[in-house]
Nanobody, 121 residues
Framework: QVQLVESGGGLVQAGGSLRLSCAAS????????MRWYRQPPGKQRELVAG???????NYADSVKGRFTISRDNAKNTVYLQMNSLKPEDTAVYYC???????????????WGQGTQVTVSS
């Protein structure tokens, strides 16, 4: 079994910063891409940022220059540093990863339970 557990969400004023963490645990052989998604109230889930196993990153246009995704492969953890937060960044943030379990030949896709980020104006 594999679990993704997010932490670091909360309430912050506009212009502030938060750092989200997502730790993967369980019977893990290797982790390929790791991603952060978010779902604003009443809207669809959208990709915020992604990072490959070798550290290549991509970002949604709306967060470029403000958010930074990184990972610690030794800890099976991905981070999202969010700076200059805006009220429109308010959402539930979800961690997502492609994880290969031991004795499996291909990776499966896993989701965390989500963490709320609220930015007040």
């Amino acid at each position: 079994q594999v679990q993704l557990v997010e932490s670091g969400g909360g309430l912050v004023q506009a212009g502030g910063s938060l750092r989200l963490s997502c730790a993967a645990s369980g019977s893990i052989h290797s982790i390929n891409a790791m991603r952060w998604y978010r779902q604003p109230p009443g809207k669809q889930r959208e990709l915020v940022a992604g990072i490959t196993s070798d550290g290549s990153t991509n970002y949604a246009d709306s967060v470029k220059g403000r958010f930074t995704i990184s990972r610690d492969n030794a800890k099976n953890t991905v981070y999202l540093q969010m700076n200059s937060l805006k009220p429109e960044d308010t959402a539930v943030y979800y961690c997502n990863a492609d994880i290969r379990r031991w004795r499996m030949l291909v990776p499966d896709n896993y989701w965390g339970q989500g963490t709320q980020v609220t930015v007040s104006s």
